[in-house]
């Protein structure tokens, strides 16, 4: 059996920025729940009757995890904004990192699969950060937020948007004949 070859430097840098991205959502509880974790929850509720009536919210969970359960609206806002900004430059350099990876000599179709799939579940965090942030614009500033959470928005369809080239890009390498 061969050894696999190396995978190019484009997609070790994907691939880390992608685990360390999630990994940063987390510890920073802009995301409240791990992936799947929603499906169980709802499985639970529909075939066995649990309920979620004591379970923190994603908001409430951001607050306790940012120290701010018992900051005033100003203070919040402020974190908020600074959390969005560093969201957005996270999300926009992931999708530096996939376009790299798309135009990269070398690539294959399997392993393009694993940066896709690794890209989708930052769109999933993504979007849970998007939720949790407008949430929060709701609760403390009825559109105090509009703007970062629209670059946050622009960042997260860019990095989609990039998402689908590198679909794309496997595609055409599982199509193209083989030489």
Same mark, same amino acid.
């Given at each position: 059996?061969?050894?696999?070859?190396? +995978?190019?430097?484009?997609?070790?840098?994907?691939?880390?920025?992608?685990?360390?991205?999630?990994?940063?959502?987390? /510890?920073?509880?802009?995301?409240?729940?791990?992936?799947?974790?929603?499906?169980?929850?709802?499985?639970?509720?529909?075939?066995?009757?649990?309920?979620?009536?004591?379970?923190?919210?994603?908001?409430?969970?951001?607050?306790?995890?940012?120290?701010?359960?018992?900051?005033? @609206?100003?203070?919040?806002?402020?974190?908020?904004?600074?959390?969005?900004?560093?969201?957005?430059?996270?999300?926009?350099?992931?999708?530096?990192?996939?376009?790299?990876?798309? @135009?990269?000599?070398?690539? /294959?179709?399997?392993?393009?699969?694993?940066?896709?799939?690794?890209?989708?579940?930052?769109?999933?965090?993504?979007?849970?950060?998007?939720? +949790?942030?407008?949430?929060?614009? @709701?609760?403390?500033?009825?559109?105090?937020?509009?703007?970062?959470?629209?670059?946050?928005?622009?960042?997260?369809?860019?990095?989609?948007?990039? /998402?689908?080239? +590198?679909?794309?890009?496997?595609?055409? +390498?599982?199509?193209?004949?083989?030489?």
């Amino acid at each position: 059996m061969a050894a696999s070859s190396p +995978l190019p430097a484009e997609q070790v840098a994907l691939r880390s920025n992608a685990a360390e991205i999630e990994a940063r959502f987390h /510890t920073a509880g802009w995301v409240a729940d791990n992936h799947g974790a929603a499906m169980q929850r709802l499985t639970g509720m529909l075939m066995f009757g649990r309920r979620d009536a004591d379970r923190q919210t994603p908001q409430q969970f951001y607050y306790q995890t940012a120290g701010l359960t018992a900051a005033n @609206a100003e203070t919040v806002l402020a974190t908020a904004r600074r959390d969005i900004a560093e969201a957005t430059t996270l999300i926009y350099n992931l999708g530096r990192d996939s376009e790299a990876v798309a @135009a990269a000599a070398g690539i /294959t179709s399997a392993s393009l699969g694993d940066d896709v799939g690794e890209l989708e579940r930052t769109l999933s965090d993504a979007r849970q950060v998007i939720d +949790l942030f407008r949430s929060v614009d @709701a609760e403390h500033g009825a559109d105090a937020l509009i703007e970062e959470i629209g670059a946050l928005e622009l960042a997260t369809e860019g990095l989609r948007d990039a /998402t689908d080239a +590198l679909a794309q890009r496997r595609r055409e +390498l599982r199509n193209a004949p083989a030489s």
